[in-house]
């Protein structure tokens, strides 16, 4: 099984500041033929499913707002909210969906300061 | 608009079974798989396995394969996952999810909770 693991395990941070997620998966995820890399990114509100913020590690789902950006490549991966709004409260998990059985990071949990 | 629609709450005792299900609406449920995902009380998302409505193909993660069975009713757009012999350690919300063109899930049922308690 690819292991998914996340720092920090929580963070605090001011409104309109920023917010740096950070994920290794414990194998490449990066997929040479297509040159896509099998990680997404969901946001979850307390008492809601997940919703999908990101996909192929960096394409942003649709509807979802701009200050949220995907980067990385192979095992190392970056989720960035650039100017954190009180709506982004929540807690933040990347999924690798490169081979089954697929896995998710235990998640970071993002507050204001 | 693309709905996944749960069945509601559940309260089980242990060494007894249930069956979740997930409605599919405003899309071709054949056309994608349907996830099971576990969040336990606090914790984070784990995959349990999936089902192609299409032919009934299913695919389980090794830590919940033979506890758990995924089957689905395609002429009535629904997937269902049964749990047997549930323990305490079952109480959960279960969410299914949707993928679109890769395997990531894109549309999420609401989830149902399932409380095992004696």
């Known amino acids: 099984d690819i292991v998914m693991a996340q720092t920090p395990e929580s963070l605090a941070v001011s409104l309109g500041e920023r917010a740096t997620i950070n994920c290794k998966s414990s194998q490449s995820v990066f997929f040479g033929p297509n040159n896509k890399n099998y990680l997404a990114w969901y946001q979850q509100k307390p008492g809601q499913p997940p919703e999908l913020l990101i996909y192929?590690?960096?394409t942003r789902e649709s509807g979802v707002p701009d200050r949220f950006s995907g980067s990385g490549s192979g095992t190392d991966f970056t989720l960035t909210i650039s100017s954190l709004q009180a709506e982004d409260v929540a807690i933040y998990f990347c999924?690798?969906?490169?081979?089954?059985?697929?896995?998710f990071g235990p998640g970071t949990r993002v507050d204001l300061k | 608009e693309v709905q996944l629609v749960q069945s509601g709450a559940e309260l089980k005792k242990p060494g007894e079974s249930l069956r979740i299900s997930c409605k599919g609406s405003g899309y071709s449920f054949t056309n994608y798989w349907i996830n099971w995902v576990r969040q336990m009380p606090e914790k984070g998302l784990e995959w349990m396995g999936r089902?192609?409505?299409?032919?009934?193909?299913?695919n389980y993660s090794p830590s919940f394969q033979g506890h758990v069975s995924i089957s689905c009713d395609k002429s009535i757009n629904t997937a269902y996952l049964q749990l047997t012999s549930l323990k305490s350690s079952d109480t959960a919300i279960y969410y299914c999810?949707?993928?679109?063109?890769?395997?990531?899930?894109?549309?999420w049922g609401h989830g149902t909770l399932v409380t095992v308690s004696s």
């Open positions: 999924q690798q969906y490169y081979s089954t059985p697929f896995t």
């Open positions: 089902i192609d409505p299409n032919d009934s193909y299913t």
């Open positions: 192929w590690a960096s």
């Open positions: 999810a949707r993928q679109t063109s890769g395997d990531f899930f894109h549309y």
